[in-house]
Structure formats: C-alpha cells, structure tokens
C-alpha cells in the first residue's frame, strides 16, 4: 500500500470494512455491490446536473458519496449528492478527510435511515464518533470491535 494515495488507501479499507461488516440478509446486496452504496463512481467529465436528472440513479440511495474521476486521477472531484432534492454537496479534501465525515455527518445530523446495504458501516462510524449505538446491527459491530482489540 506504499505507492497508493491517501484516498486509494481509505477506499481499500471502507471495502475491507464492507467485507467485514456485511451487508444484512434482507437487503439482497451482495458484498461485492455494497460498497456502490456508499462511494459511486462516475466517468471524469461528467456533469453535476446530469447526475441529479439521471433516472437511472434515482432509485439509488441518498445521499451518496459520488467520485467523478477515478482514485487514480489527481483530477478527481467529490461530490455528495441528493437526487430528489437535487442538493449537491462539494467536498474539497479528498475521501480521507472531508467526504466520509461529511457523509456519516449528514446522515447522524438530518436523522436519515442508513441504507441497509450498508447498516453496520454507519453503526461502526458511530462507535468512531464515540456517539450512542443506534441500530439492531450493534452486536456485529460490537464482536469486531471487540476482535480488533483483543488482536492489540
């Protein structure tokens, strides 16, 4: 992982964070697809207005963390997006530092249902913020927690 950027980096962990904490039963995601849920990728180029009147992305989740670039472009953009609102939210520092956080943050602040492909990712993200453990997916976040420290 020496030659991956920061936001390659924090990418490799949310996706080995997915495998972890999968998604739960009922949700028919498999793993693999989980992840889309939370990070989307788009061709560089793409514009912002196109991807609030795309009807195919309607039904997706939101808000959802959306990357117009690849990881490996030094000309990638994030943006978190709102697509029945058409809110779009620009993120200026990269994945690592300011779009997951502005993300969980929007979800936690505006009361808004975790997607439930990605439940016990947002339940992990709230024992990081040190905040009160919200979901019924507590007592898988909770073994791996407790997994990571015992592995210290």
Known sequence: M?????DEKCY???VIL???LPPMPGSR???KSAISFL?????AGT???SLCSNPEMSSRTQPQLICIGSLKSTTQQYIIIGRNDRVTIPVDDGLTCDAMDKLFKLYWVCNLAYPPQLSSVFTFFEYIYD???STNRRAKVLELLSKLQAAQ
């Open 2 to 6: 020496e030659d991956q950027t920061d």
């Open 18 to 20: 997915t495998h972890l």
């Open 47 to 49: 514009s912002i207005a």
């Open 131 to 133: 905040l009160t453990i």
């Open 29 to 31: 995601c498999s793993v």
């Open 39 to 43: 990070l989307d990728f788009v061709p």
């Open 12 to 14: 490799t962990v949310l």
